[in-house]
């Protein structure tokens, strides 16, 4: 479990509330901020310069007025539109006053949201989004604070599962302010709601602002607060009070409009500041809003009155990084490979914790790069920034995640072969499985040796089936891997001699593209589509169909030749070279005891077009699921059972995470498992309507959709994108689910050298989890290293709620702490005879950190008292004015007003005086004294004495002016 770092934190610490109910009093927040289009409007020099400069500017305004005793809300704010800000700030030697951007940060001066920059999260996988938020995960743990806000900014349209992955990791409020900026898109003008919860699947939700549109620099758009006296006039005009009600129709008191930075490429003025001053009054008072704060005080004020809603709204911008589909690919296929390197690694740290020495740096880089490889601006440069250099940094950032996980993956595969124990001479392997279930599956062994060989299963003492096959140019040998274990792994040896003889289950036939085990039949054609898919075990139901020429896999375009390739008793493919525009080559591969169609398509020559991979189906009345992000969504309209708004939606963008899978009546389905692409579109659907009655998907293979992205997909000529396909019964989400982690993350296979026997030498389960609708998401050592343990983050897909107990494999867990997404403490949990077990809701993911230090004795007082161990020190539960550490060290009630409770200073003998109670022995006290209230000191002051339990007696003699103020500071080591 971890402790958060602590800071010297003051003991008497002020804060304001407003709360209570709805007033007439109509409050405004106008909060300022300058927005970042990443090498649209500037270079990424130029915009490292300018956080620099921004966030000095800011920081030094805020702490002038501090200085000057400006009223708080007149004092200079402002609101950075990433972490990554701070990020490259903390790096940047040009970067000199990073304490003092703290101080500001947690003074609530300067605002700091998780997400790293403005991106397209629609086309991002969810483990991506939240890897992209690890910075702002560390910052809250460093500075022991909370980030509560996450936005996203120009997009029109927002992806349902978004939210749930936000407030997992934290946040509670988010603001989406959007622009005109493509065409066509759905219209903006009208939400249903102005402001609202908005509530997941999972049931958690955040206070949503989202203004129905009027223009991108007025309310709606993401620089409402630009021109702050029409912004002032707008928030009042009946045209949008009409619209912005509670439930019970009463307009809101509290109003906000944010932004002002619009495009410009830095922001170095006070003029919003002072406008706040120059026209708050106190019958309509006027505030300068670091957003949370306007937030905080609209839930204060409406809370019962705020509606809610869960849809999803679809894809708009989220569709660029299609437009550079290989890069885009490799980023995708490397969150994956991302799954295996951290568990492996997971178990190689249990033996060797030096493993992670010195690999922070470019662990740090990847993840925040999972987030700005899919930073908003994803197109052919703009007025700042060339063509050329946007599309360099994408490739660069793609490169620096590549490096990360490649060599994690490499160097941890390495270390684990060296910690199985061996014996005897013949080459071994072992077989690793990422998945918290045990698999049977097809991998390859990176054996180079004579031939003729067999392999022999370690742990049963059983010969597996094998096959020599080339892959790029490279000798391996292709096994059947029976009953490899959850999150761990089998060990194979290589003998030599030709061992037994394994029956062929396939049949195949260049001539006629037929391809067949016991499970299926294919006809491939010469252009690589699947033109005829029976399903043998359900009396040969056929499951292709053509669909306005189209059918399973199919590019609708070129010819070609049919060629059977690496045929055996494990595995058969067939292979498609086409000829067309572009050219192409697909590989459709079964094997052996598997229903599993796999599908490797490789084209093979730029396009510059937009494209598509058709799936077309034999299914009556379809019903399509899909992973969005963070979410599994239904693809039909709220009012007919789906996921998708009835208004300022578009439909014909849908985001294609790990699968889609389509059911029809019988129940008969298909599962599509994917992994390089972003975007489908459903049947015939269109912009504004969502066709649901064709049962074909068309998957985007690149190209600028909707008219925007890089041209000419950068140039590349090569793209590889996966595909697999399974036919079932009824819809299962989890049986999807697995199915697609199957495909995108096979078995990995390592050479054992044995150097150190710290695992067995036949077979080892690291991880078990007992509750099959609730999977292993992410295995890995803790952010803040080793001694705050290691993270596991699961995901239910079941219906309900779900009891499930975490295991790990020859070692107990002692401790548990739910952490967010980005690892900050939530709570502490009672390990359960050596397991972590927890009630986990329907379709939620949760972290845990296992095995890491005990909770202080500050956590468990907080826990005590209903209190978030996580709970920052200088936080204020009850709104006393009074810091949760001071009530801690004074032993006051967290939960009720305590301030009429705290010690007075007294004069006594010409002596200033004030008496407190000692009660923590792990807190240090100490009385300072001031003239000014602004410098203080404990020069002056005898400290008085007392063991702890007792009453400690702190005295100052007046000064000349016979003036003097004390204040108890506390602090934790």
Same mark, same amino acid.
């Given at each position: 479990?971890?402790?958060?770092?602590?800071?010297?934190?003051?003991?008497?610490?002020?804060?304001?509330?407003?709360?209570?109910?709805?007033?007439?009093?109509?409050?405004?927040?106008?909060?300022?901020? @300058?927005?970042?289009?990443?090498?649209?409007?500037?270079?990424?020099?130029?915009?490292?310069?300018?956080?620099?400069?921004?966030?000095?500017?800011?920081?030094?305004?805020?702490?002038?007025?501090?200085?000057?005793?400006?009223?708080?809300?007149?004092?200079?704010?402002?609101?950075?539109?990433?972490?990554?800000? #701070?990020? @490259?700030?903390?790096?940047?030697?040009?970067?000199?006053?990073?304490?003092?951007?703290?101080?500001?940060?947690?003074?609530?001066?300067?605002?700091?949201?998780?997400?790293?920059?403005? #991106?397209?999260?629609?086309?991002?996988?969810?483990?991506?989004?939240?890897?992209?938020?690890?910075?702002?995960?560390?910052?809250?743990?460093?500075?022991?604070?909370?980030?509560?806000?996450?936005?996203?900014m120009e997009n029109l349209t927002l992806p349902y599962g978004l939210g749930a992955l936000w407030a997992g990791s934290g946040a509670r409020y988010s603001w989406n302010g959007v622009c005109q900026c493509t065409g066509p898109e759905p219209s903006a003008a009208d939400r249903l709601h102005e402001i609202y919860r908005w509530t997941g699947l999972d049931g958690s939700s955040l206070l949503l602002k989202w203004y129905s549109f009027t223009t991108n620099d007025r309310l709606g758009g993401y620089a409402e607060a630009r021109f702050p006296a029409d912004a002032l006039a707008q928030l009042n005009a009946p045209a949008f009070t009409t619209r912005y009600r509670d439930l019970q129709g009463q307009p809101y008191a509290v109003r906000g409009a944010f932004g002002a930075g619009w495009d410009d490429r830095f922001t170095l003025n006070l003029s919003l500041r002072d406008y706040v001053a120059a026209n708050t009054t106190p019958a309509a008072p006027l505030f300068v809003s670091n957003e949370i704060d306007f937030f905080q005080d609209f839930e204060a004020t409406h809370g019962p009155s705020i509606p809610s809603y869960s849809a999803s709204f679809g894809n708009e911008w989220d569709a660029q990084p299609a437009s550079l589909a290989e890069v885009t690919g490799s980023v995708r296929r490397n969150v994956e490979k991302l799954r295996a390197a951290e568990a492996m690694t997971t178990l190689v740290t249990w033996q060797n914790p030096g493993f992670l020495t010195g690999r922070a740096p470019a662990r740090d880089l990847a993840m925040m790069n999972l987030g700005l490889y899919f930073e908003h601006d994803f197109t052919d440069g703009g007025p700042g920034a060339s063509r050329a250099e946007r599309l360099a940094w994408q490739r660069r950032v793609a490169n620096e995640i590549d490096s990360y996980v490649s060599t994690l993956h490499a160097d941890a595969k390495t270390a684990l072969g060296g910690l199985i124990g061996r014996s005897g001479n013949a080459p071994r392997f072992f077989v690793f499985n990422p998945l918290s279930w045990t698999r049977t599956d097809v991998v390859d062994l990176p054996y180079t040796g004579s031939l003729p060989a067999h392999v022999v299963d370690l742990a049963t003492g059983l010969e597996v089936p094998s096959q020599t096959v080339t892959v790029n140019s490279v000798q391996l040998l292709r096994i059947q891997a029976p009953g490899v274990p959850s999150v761990g792994y089998k060990v194979f040896e290589v003998r030599s001699g030709a061992g037994a003889s394994f029956a062929n289950p396939f049949t195949v036939n260049a001539g006629t593209g037929l391809l067949a085990n016991a499970a299926v039949s294919l006809t491939v054609s010469g252009r690589g589509a699947i033109n005829s898919y029976v399903d043998k075990t359900r009396a040969n139901r056929e499951f292709a169909a053509n669909l306005g020429g189209r059918t399973i896999n199919d590019f609708g375009s070129g010819t070609g030749t049919v060629a059977v390739e690496n045929a055996g008793v494990v595995s058969t493919t067939l292979r498609a070279t086409v000829t067309g525009a572009p050219s192409r080559v697909t590989r459709i591969t079964l094997q052996r005891d598997s229903d599993r169609v796999l599908i490797e398509n490789e084209i093979t020559q730029n396009f510059t077009d937009v494209r598509s991979w058709t799936f077309s189906f034999n299914l009556s009345a379809p019903d399509l699921w899909h992973e969005e992000v963070g979410a599994v969504l239904r693809a039909r309209l709220l009012a007919d059972g789906g996921h998708y708004a009835p208004q300022n939606a578009r439909y014909d963008l849908l985001t294609l995470n790990h699968f889609a899978d389509l059911t029809g009546s019988g129940p008969f389905g298909v599962t599509l498992s994917n992994v390089e692409c972003l975007m489908m579109q459903y049947g015939n659907s269109t912009l504004n309507a969502l066709d649901t009655a064709t049962p074909q998907l068309r998957v985007f293979a690149g190209g600028q959709l909707g008219g925007y992205g890089i041209s000419l997909q950068g140039g590349d000529s090569f793209f590889r994108q996966q595909f697999a396909l399974r036919t079932h019964g009824a819809y299962s989400e989890v049986a999807a689910m697995r199915f697609a982690l199957e495909h995108s993350n096979p078995l990995v296979a390592g050479a054992v050298t044995g150097t150190a026997a710290a695992y067995p030498?036949?077979?080892?389960?690291?991880?078990?989890?007992?509750?099959?609708?609730?999977?292993?998401?992410?295995?890995?050592?803790?952010?803040?290293?080793?001694?705050?343990?290691?993270?596991?983050?699961?995901?239910?897909?079941?219906?309900?709620?779900?009891?499930?107990?975490?295991?790990?494999?020859?070692?107990?867990?002692?401790?548990?702490?739910?952490?967010?997404?980005?690892?900050?403490?939530?709570?502490?949990?009672?390990?359960?005879?050596?397991?972590?077990?927890?009630?986990?809701?329907?379709?939620?993911?949760?972290?845990?950190?296992?095995?890491?230090?005990?909770?202080?004795?500050?956590?468990?007082?907080?826990?005590?008292?209903?209190?978030?161990?996580?709970?920052?020190?200088?936080?204020?539960?009850?709104?006393?004015?009074?810091? #949760?550490?001071?009530?801690?060290?004074?032993?006051?009630?967290?939960?009720?007003?305590?301030?009429?409770?705290?010690?007075?200073?007294?004069?006594?003998?010409?002596?200033?005086? #004030?008496?407190?109670?000692?009660?923590?022995?792990?807190?240090?006290?100490?009385?300072?004294?001031?003239? @000014?209230?602004?410098?203080?000191?404990?020069?002056?002051?005898?400290?008085?004495?007392?063991?702890?339990?007792?009453?400690?007696?702190?005295?100052?003699?007046?000064?000349?002016?016979?003036?003097?103020?004390?204040?108890?500071?506390?602090?934790?080591?």
């Amino acid at each position: 479990m971890r402790t958060p770092p602590r800071r010297l934190t003051s003991a008497l610490l002020g804060l304001t509330l407003l709360a209570g109910p709805a007033s007439a009093q109509v409050r405004t927040y106008l909060a300022p901020d @300058d927005h970042t289009d990443y090498l649209w409007s500037a270079t990424e020099a130029e915009y490292r310069l300018y956080f620099q400069q921004m966030l000095d500017f800011f920081a030094q305004a805020a702490t002038t007025d501090l200085a000057n005793g400006v009223p708080s809300a007149l004092q200079s704010r402002f609101t950075l539109d990433g972490s990554f800000w #701070l990020y @490259d700030y903390e790096r940047n030697p040009a970067g000199t006053q990073f304490p003092l951007i703290r101080d500001r940060v947690l003074s609530g001066h300067l605002t700091v949201p998780l997400n790293a920059l403005i #991106l397209t999260y629609g086309g991002m996988p969810a483990e991506a989004v939240l890897r992209s938020m690890a910075y702002a995960g560390s910052l809250e743990r460093r500075w022991n604070t909370r980030f509560r806000l996450a936005h996203t900014m120009e997009n029109l349209t927002l992806p349902y599962g978004l939210g749930a992955l936000w407030a997992g990791s934290g946040a509670r409020y988010s603001w989406n302010g959007v622009c005109q900026c493509t065409g066509p898109e759905p219209s903006a003008a009208d939400r249903l709601h102005e402001i609202y919860r908005w509530t997941g699947l999972d049931g958690s939700s955040l206070l949503l602002k989202w203004y129905s549109f009027t223009t991108n620099d007025r309310l709606g758009g993401y620089a409402e607060a630009r021109f702050p006296a029409d912004a002032l006039a707008q928030l009042n005009a009946p045209a949008f009070t009409t619209r912005y009600r509670d439930l019970q129709g009463q307009p809101y008191a509290v109003r906000g409009a944010f932004g002002a930075g619009w495009d410009d490429r830095f922001t170095l003025n006070l003029s919003l500041r002072d406008y706040v001053a120059a026209n708050t009054t106190p019958a309509a008072p006027l505030f300068v809003s670091n957003e949370i704060d306007f937030f905080q005080d609209f839930e204060a004020t409406h809370g019962p009155s705020i509606p809610s809603y869960s849809a999803s709204f679809g894809n708009e911008w989220d569709a660029q990084p299609a437009s550079l589909a290989e890069v885009t690919g490799s980023v995708r296929r490397n969150v994956e490979k991302l799954r295996a390197a951290e568990a492996m690694t997971t178990l190689v740290t249990w033996q060797n914790p030096g493993f992670l020495t010195g690999r922070a740096p470019a662990r740090d880089l990847a993840m925040m790069n999972l987030g700005l490889y899919f930073e908003h601006d994803f197109t052919d440069g703009g007025p700042g920034a060339s063509r050329a250099e946007r599309l360099a940094w994408q490739r660069r950032v793609a490169n620096e995640i590549d490096s990360y996980v490649s060599t994690l993956h490499a160097d941890a595969k390495t270390a684990l072969g060296g910690l199985i124990g061996r014996s005897g001479n013949a080459p071994r392997f072992f077989v690793f499985n990422p998945l918290s279930w045990t698999r049977t599956d097809v991998v390859d062994l990176p054996y180079t040796g004579s031939l003729p060989a067999h392999v022999v299963d370690l742990a049963t003492g059983l010969e597996v089936p094998s096959q020599t096959v080339t892959v790029n140019s490279v000798q391996l040998l292709r096994i059947q891997a029976p009953g490899v274990p959850s999150v761990g792994y089998k060990v194979f040896e290589v003998r030599s001699g030709a061992g037994a003889s394994f029956a062929n289950p396939f049949t195949v036939n260049a001539g006629t593209g037929l391809l067949a085990n016991a499970a299926v039949s294919l006809t491939v054609s010469g252009r690589g589509a699947i033109n005829s898919y029976v399903d043998k075990t359900r009396a040969n139901r056929e499951f292709a169909a053509n669909l306005g020429g189209r059918t399973i896999n199919d590019f609708g375009s070129g010819t070609g030749t049919v060629a059977v390739e690496n045929a055996g008793v494990v595995s058969t493919t067939l292979r498609a070279t086409v000829t067309g525009a572009p050219s192409r080559v697909t590989r459709i591969t079964l094997q052996r005891d598997s229903d599993r169609v796999l599908i490797e398509n490789e084209i093979t020559q730029n396009f510059t077009d937009v494209r598509s991979w058709t799936f077309s189906f034999n299914l009556s009345a379809p019903d399509l699921w899909h992973e969005e992000v963070g979410a599994v969504l239904r693809a039909r309209l709220l009012a007919d059972g789906g996921h998708y708004a009835p208004q300022n939606a578009r439909y014909d963008l849908l985001t294609l995470n790990h699968f889609a899978d389509l059911t029809g009546s019988g129940p008969f389905g298909v599962t599509l498992s994917n992994v390089e692409c972003l975007m489908m579109q459903y049947g015939n659907s269109t912009l504004n309507a969502l066709d649901t009655a064709t049962p074909q998907l068309r998957v985007f293979a690149g190209g600028q959709l909707g008219g925007y992205g890089i041209s000419l997909q950068g140039g590349d000529s090569f793209f590889r994108q996966q595909f697999a396909l399974r036919t079932h019964g009824a819809y299962s989400e989890v049986a999807a689910m697995r199915f697609a982690l199957e495909h995108s993350n096979p078995l990995v296979a390592g050479a054992v050298t044995g150097t150190a026997a710290a695992y067995p030498a036949d077979q080892f389960s690291a991880v078990q989890i007992d509750q099959p609708d609730v999977l292993l998401w992410a295995l890995k050592p803790a952010e803040d290293g080793l001694a705050h343990g290691w993270i596991a983050r699961v995901w239910n897909f079941g219906d309900t709620s779900a009891t499930f107990a975490l295991t790990l494999g020859g070692r107990r867990v002692e401790n548990v702490q739910q952490t967010s997404h980005v690892e900050t403490i939530d709570r502490y949990l009672v390990a359960n005879g050596g397991a972590l077990v927890d009630l986990i809701p329907a379709k939620q993911i949760r972290t845990y950190a296992l095995n890491a230090v005990q909770p202080t004795a500050f956590d468990s007082w907080k826990q005590a008292y209903g209190l978030a161990a996580a709970a920052a020190a200088t936080s204020d539960a009850d709104g006393d004015g009074v810091a #949760l550490l001071l009530e801690y060290a004074l032993g006051l009630d967290p939960t009720a007003g305590s301030a009429q409770q705290l010690p007075a200073v007294q004069l006594v003998g010409g002596l200033a005086q #004030l008496t407190y109670p000692r009660l923590r022995s792990e807190l240090s006290y100490a009385v300072e004294a001031s003239q @000014d209230l602004a410098t203080w000191s404990t020069a002056s002051v005898t400290q008085g004495s007392g063991a702890v339990g007792t009453n400690v007696t702190a005295t100052a003699p007046l000064p000349a002016g016979g003036r003097l103020f004390l204040r108890l500071r506390v602090s934790l080591p």
